[in-house]
């Protein structure tokens, strides 16, 4: 096997990132998803990158810009990832999380932000061994029926 590359995402890598996710959440993945994937690879400003292996994308990382959130100063948040179960345990989140963070640390961005749910032991437990804190941020959610 040849090592893990990682490279921007490109739309055409929208397919493959849906069947990751899917593989991940044992759920059909929404149509929406695979055209944000889609939207978010044409963007130049963000850095959205995939993990690829012997030409497979095996994972992804998608993050952007945030430059008025609410008085913050300019920031990035990391949106969504995922690593293909069949590849979990290589370090391909970490070289992931790596390239995204050295890209906003040469922007000049100070601080990265993601959000994960309190249940989500395994997500947590990546992002703390990335140095990911606490914020000042509290989620707030409203219902809409």
Request: aromatic share 10%.
């Amino acid at each position: 096997m040849d090592k893990v590359q990682i490279r921007h995402l490109q739309t055409k890598d929208a397919e493959a990132i849906s069947r990751i996710y899917a593989a991940i959440t044992m759920k059909p993945v929404d149509p929406d998803f695979k055209r944000v994937v889609e939207e978010h690879a044409q963007r130049k400003d963000q850095a959205c990158f995939v993990a690829e292996q012997d030409g497979k994308v095996v994972g992804f990382m998608i993050s952007y810009i945030l430059t008025a959130g609410f008085g913050m100063p300019k920031s990035a948040w990391i949106a969504t990832l995922g690593v293909d179960p069949n590849y979990m345990g290589q370090s391909i989140g970490a070289s992931l999380a790596e390239e995204i963070l050295n890209h906003y640390r040469a922007q000049g961005v100070e601080n990265v932000y993601t959000s994960v749910r309190w249940d989500s032991s395994d997500l947590l437990s990546f992002f703390k061994t990335l140095g990911f804190d606490r914020s000042n941020f509290i989620n707030l959610r409203k219902v809409l029926k």
